[in-house]
């Protein structure tokens, strides 16, 4: 299964949530590898710091368009899910990152700039559906969620218009844990906040659940 965790903005959370998922994904048993096609390459630098005895989580770095639909489908055959660490840009390569994905995850902050953005990505999303003539899963995720903020409510009510790209009923919250665990090569699952923990574990199980329905 491969999915890509994408956007057209940066800043939105895609390395931290590509990091996260990785882990918790690594604990329910998956065989799980990153993809880090950012040009900061994150998700290569944070599995540098990551401590040998936690559950394995190879990161590759690809950068090359020409080769990075290759070397994912490669990787696709010898684990259960590939993670891809996307680019945010309109490049050729957000593209393509749309187009192999078995499914597409974007997240999103509740900020006017994010909802910008997102329809100028919603115009390259109907692109690369059309140009595979079959439906891509999306999803929109909202980042640094918080109920007690109106913003919040109202951009997860505006996300709801959205018909192409649905929703994730899961949400993750601005919390120090995601910050702190990074430094470390963890996930928040491996971290002493458990609120943080619960949290990417039913982000997780949610995506699960998806995941069983496409495949």
Known sequence: MIISITSLKGGVGKSTLTQNLAVCFAHMDYKV???????????????????DNLPKIMVSGQQDENSLL???RLLNNDYD??????????????????LIADLVIIPILPSGLDFWATEIFIDRFVEAQEL????????????????????????KEALGMYEIIKCLENNVKSRSAYRKAIIDGLGVYEYNDPKAKDEMVEVANEIIQIMSKIS
């Open 33 to 51: 590898c990153i993809v880090d096609a950012d040009a900061n390459q994150s998700s290569l630098r944070w599995a540098g710091y990551r401590p």
């Open 132 to 155: 595979r003539e079959k439906n891509i899963p999306a999803y929109f995720l909202l980042n640094q969620y918080d109920e007690r903020q109106n913003l919040s409510k109202e951009s």
């Open 81 to 98: 899910i590939v993670l891809i660490d996307g680019t945010p840009s309109l490049s050729k390569t957000t593209s393509k990152l749309l």
């Open 70 to 72: 290759k070397n994912v």
